[in-house]
């Protein structure tokens, strides 16, 4: 295995009765690295979450395809979830659940040990600080704390990779920074994290490499210091606009 995560011609199309054939996905190709933070940056409708949706077994691609802890999302789309977090701002929690039920739930569901399973779900509690909170039903939660029991979900099991598809939207600053700081202390436990957003300073901020996807196509991939070299611009915002502009 050569890349946690490895994707080469992927594409998906849709169809639309007013619209016909949608390419929303348009043949793309990338490597991610182990203890990286890769981000997909496009605004919304650029094909970012259908990409991640065919990573996450969710969709399946229509052709070309993509290797996941070299598991084939095809072909072994239980072997491929088994090594992955996904987690979206619409990721659904079970509102009649407590937190630390939800935790225990999708720990066992993912195949955690059963001599495991406390105390992770006890770790984590204590480490996205929701204690407090812990036997409380999930729809008496605020948003905020919702949220990090959805993040706790996603790595209950202990995945080597991780997906978060616009984790920040909905969140207020406090608590989007506190989002920003839990993903950087993933990657630096060496995770792999594929990080999407159209938030431009979330990407400067956390993403180690950038990929600019815009109508379904990548239009440049590299470091944010090898993307201002390449195009003379120093924000992030111009250096978009150069790239689906110029393309």
């Not at 169809?15 to 203890?35: N, T």
């Not at 989002?179 to 994290?193: P, W, Y």
């Not at 901020?205 to 590299?222: E, N, P, S, T, V």
Request: proline letters at 4%.
């Amino acid at each position: 295995m050569d890349h946690p995560v490895s994707v080469h011609g992927l594409t998906k199309l849709f169809y639309d009765e007013s619209r016909g054939e949608l390419r929303a996905v348009d043949g793309i190709d990338f490597d991610c690295q182990p203890g990286e933070i890769f981000g997909l940056l496009g605004a919304n409708g650029a094909g970012k979450t259908t990409t991640l949706r065919m990573l996450a077994t969710i969709l399946k691609p229509t052709s070309g395809g993509a290797t996941l802890m070299g598991h084939d999302v095809v072909a072994e789309p239980e072997a491929v979830r088994s090594n992955l977090g996904f987690s979206s701002s619409t990721t659904a929690l079970y509102p009649r659940l407590t937190a630390r039920e939800t935790l225990d739930f999708f720990a066992r569901i993912n195949g955690l040990p059963d001599a495991r399973v406390h105390d992770r779900v006890e770790g984590l509690i204590q480490r996205f600080g929701i204690a407090d909170y812990a036997d409380v039903r999930v729809d008496k939660l605020s948003q905020g704390m919702k949220q990090k029991v959805s993040i706790a979900r996603t790595v209950v099991h202990d995945p080597p990779v991780l997906i978060f598809d616009e984790p920040t939207v909905g969140l207020d600053v406090l608590n989007a920074i506190e989002m920003q700081k839990v993903i950087a202390e993933f990657r630096a436990e060496g995770k792999t994290i594929l990080f999407s957003t159209h938030i431009m300073s979330e990407a400067e901020k956390l993403c180690d490499r950038i990929a600019i996807i815009h109508q379904g196509r990548i239009h440049a991939c590299d470091t944010l210091a090898n993307l201002r070299t390449a195009t003379g611009q120093r924000y992030l915002e111009d250096i978009f606009v150069h790239f689906v502009q110029t393309r």
